[in-house]
């Protein structure tokens, strides 16, 4: 049944009237949607031939909710309506209760004569008694991917692309009320569903999760017949499982370079750069990967298995080579890798013909390698280039490399010693391995004023050393060192 609230008071000057009528036109589920409307007319007493302008201000109050606005221009004799809503929606308390504040103020700051003056009025308002609504008692959680029960991975803990997780929710219902459904939401999003109180959820079609310190934020809902609803908050611990990936741009099949007047060897190399998530953690430590390759020219053939070696998340191969690619035919291929719980990544590409090493035509001769007296005369295709998060190379047929990098960090130079303040900066990896180091030079880009004082350790063939940093004062700094390696890449 609807219920209605009307509130009056005349302005401090008693010649017009303010009428407040708040309406509850409807429940829906633990809410009533409400309507207000509020309005100004005259006293009749003599003075409804009074009008003014603007410049009077009022507040109406519904609940939380609150509608502000300025009485405009009025000419003291008719009923005008001020302000109006509908719709304004008023949850309940769990026990299907609700009682709320209703009232409004005007503040007459015109400083006028023949104005409304000040008026104000405030009441409760006692809304209609609903179903109450379920309350959840006890939540519980099980893991029930294979996979990761076999791994001791917690019930409670989410692994993340791979949990497929059960929801067991224990509620109390109220006025003969039975569960209608079960909802899992994420950031707002349905992610499970269920006509029961058991909901599972796969979040290998939930997507990356937004972390706060390792943990993630769920939403479980209960619906009942009568329209009842409770939402409450869980947080889970999450392990970041990462899905295998490959670097498009780090990742080739090429030629070898070939002997003689042919390319005659009919075979390539397989370049491969990846991440397989190896990660610490129980996880990590059962994981496997495995890198695969096909190469056709007509029929596409099974996978063929490359070993490799991970180092912490990152898988490497260099110069694998493949045989029985004739130098004559353009080929396919592909590079895939996964790893133990069946996720992938694959790429695609093609190996272009071989080249002769000389092409002759009436009036000159077209060189794609020449010799002087024994030595390789250098060629566009003969030097090999690239780069990864370490720097960038380069390899000259002869077996000299080259790598530069630049490395970015900041460095606390907090030890004192003979009037200075020093701090060590490790330089990280070379982008490629040295058979040999020949040598080795640090510069500064952007040092903050400080100087590179010595070597803490010394570079060798993968790395490039730690350096010592000395300033005046003592702080952190933003460093910035330009690294230059020569050597033998063979």
Same mark, same amino acid.
């Given at each position: 049944?609807?219920?209605?609230?009307?509130?009056?008071?005349? $302005?401090?000057?008693?010649?017009?009237?303010?009428?407040?009528?708040? /309406?509850?036109?409807?429940?829906?589920?633990?809410?009533?949607?409400?309507?207000?409307?509020?309005?100004?007319?005259?006293?009749?007493?003599?003075?409804?031939?009074?009008?003014?302008?603007?410049?009077?201000?009022?507040?109406?109050?519904?609940?939380?909710?609150?509608?502000?606005?300025?009485?405009?221009?009025?000419?003291?004799?008719?009923?005008?309506?001020?302000?109006?809503?509908?719709?304004?929606?008023?949850?309940?308390?769990?026990?299907?209760?609700?009682?709320?504040?209703? $009232?409004?103020?005007?503040?007459?700051?015109?400083?006028?004569?023949?104005?409304?003056?000040?008026?104000?009025?405030?009441?409760?308002?006692?809304?209609?008694?609903?179903?109450?609504?379920?309350?959840?008692?006890?939540?519980?959680?099980?893991?029930? /991917?294979?996979?990761?029960?076999?791994?001791?991975?917690?019930?409670?803990?989410?692994?993340?692309?791979?949990?497929?997780?059960?929801?067991?929710?224990?509620?109390?219902?109220?006025?003969?009320?039975?569960?209608?459904?079960?909802?899992?939401?994420?950031?707002?999003?349905?992610?499970?569903?269920?006509?029961?109180?058991?909901?599972?959820?796969?979040?290998?079609?939930?997507?990356?999760?937004?972390?706060?310190?390792?943990?993630?934020?769920?939403?479980?809902?209960?619906?009942?017949?009568?329209?009842?609803?409770?939402?409450? /908050?869980?947080?889970?611990?999450?392990?970041?499982?990462?899905?295998?990936?490959?670097?498009?741009?780090?990742?080739?099949?090429?030629?070898?370079?070939?002997?003689?007047?042919?390319?005659?060897?009919?075979?390539?190399?397989?370049?491969?750069?990846?991440?397989?998530?190896?990660?610490?953690?129980?996880?990590?430590?059962?994981?496997?990967?495995?890198?695969?390759?096909?190469?056709?020219?007509?029929?596409?053939?099974?996978?063929?298995?490359?070993?490799?070696?991970?180092?912490?998340?990152?898988?490497?191969?260099?110069?694998?080579?493949?045989?029985?690619?004739?130098?004559?035919?353009?080929?396919?291929?592909?590079?895939?890798?996964?790893?133990?719980?069946?996720?992938?990544?694959?790429?695609?590409?093609?190996?272009?013909?071989?080249?002769?090493?000389?092409?002759?035509?009436?009036?000159?001769?077209?060189?794609?390698?020449?010799?002087?007296?024994?030595?390789?005369?250098?060629?566009?295709?003969?030097?090999?280039?690239?780069?990864?998060?370490?720097?960038?190379?380069?390899?000259?047929?002869?077996?000299?490399?080259?790598?530069?990098?630049?490395?970015?960090?900041?460095?606390?130079?907090?030890?004192?010693?003979?009037?200075?303040?020093?701090?060590?900066?490790?330089?990280?990896?070379?982008?490629?391995?040295?058979?040999?180091?020949?040598?080795?030079?640090?510069?500064?880009?952007?040092?903050?004023?400080?100087?590179?004082?010595?070597?803490?350790?010394?570079?060798?063939?993968?790395?490039?050393?730690?350096?010592?940093?000395?300033?005046?004062?003592?702080?952190?700094?933003?460093?910035?060192?330009?690294?230059?390696?020569?050597?033998?890449?063979?």
């Amino acid at each position: 049944m609807a219920l209605n609230k009307i509130l009056t008071a005349n $302005g401090s000057r008693n010649h017009h009237r303010f009428t407040l009528s708040v /309406n509850e036109d409807s429940t829906s589920g633990n809410s009533s949607l409400l309507s207000f409307t509020f309005t100004l007319s005259p006293v009749v007493s003599g003075y409804d031939w009074y009008g003014w302008g603007g410049r009077i201000s009022y507040s109406v109050t519904i609940g939380d909710n609150t509608y502000s606005g300025t009485i405009p221009s009025y000419d003291g004799r008719s009923t005008v309506t001020l302000n109006s809503a509908t719709n304004i929606e008023i949850p309940h308390e769990s026990d299907g209760t609700k009682t709320i504040n209703v $009232g409004f103020s005007v503040n007459d700051g015109a400083g006028q004569s023949y104005t409304c003056g000040n008026a104000s009025a405030s009441d409760t308002f006692t809304l209609s008694a609903l179903h109450k609504a379920p309350v959840i008692t006890n939540l519980a959680i099980a893991e029930t /991917n294979a996979q990761l029960t076999a791994l001791s991975l917690a019930n409670n803990v989410i692994a993340q692309y791979l949990s497929v997780k059960q929801f067991t929710i224990t509620a109390t219902l109220y006025d003969s009320a039975t569960i209608t459904t079960c909802n899992v939401y994420y950031n707002n999003a349905l992610i499970g569903t269920a006509n029961s109180n058991v909901v599972s959820v796969n979040f290998a079609n939930v997507g990356e999760l937004n972390l706060v310190n390792n943990q993630v934020g769920l939403t479980i809902q209960v619906v009942d017949s009568k329209g009842g609803i409770i939402s409450q /908050n869980y947080t889970y611990s999450v392990i970041k499982y990462t899905k295998p990936t490959i670097e498009a741009t780090s990742t080739t099949i090429k030629r070898k370079t070939g002997s003689g007047t042919n390319l005659t060897d009919n075979k390539a190399n397989l370049n491969f750069v990846g991440t397989c998530y190896l990660a610490n953690d129980v996880i990590g430590n059962n994981n496997t990967q495995q890198v695969q390759y096909k190469v056709w020219n007509s029929t596409e053939p099974s996978y063929t298995n490359v070993s490799s070696t991970a180092s912490g998340n990152n898988i490497t191969i260099t110069n694998y080579e493949i045989s029985n690619v004739l130098y004559t035919s353009v080929y396919n291929y592909k590079i895939k890798i996964y790893d133990t719980f069946g996720n992938y990544d694959e790429k695609t590409g093609t190996i272009p013909t071989g080249k002769v090493v000389w092409s002759e035509y009436p009036d000159h001769v077209n060189f794609d390698r020449a010799t002087i007296k024994g030595k390789d005369v250098l060629t566009e295709d003969s030097i090999e280039n690239g780069s990864n998060e370490n720097g960038k190379w380069v390899k000259f047929p002869d077996g000299l490399l080259i790598c530069t990098k630049r490395v970015i960090t900041s460095v606390a130079m907090t030890t004192y010693w003979s009037g200075l303040y020093e701090g060590s900066m490790n330089l990280g990896n070379w982008p490629y391995t040295f058979t040999s180091l020949d040598s080795f030079q640090v510069s500064n880009s952007s040092i903050a004023g400080a100087i590179i004082e010595c070597m803490a350790t010394e570079p060798s063939t993968t790395s490039c050393g730690t350096i010592i940093l000395c300033r005046p004062n003592s702080a952190t700094y933003s460093v910035s060192i330009e690294v230059l390696g020569i050597g033998k890449w063979k």
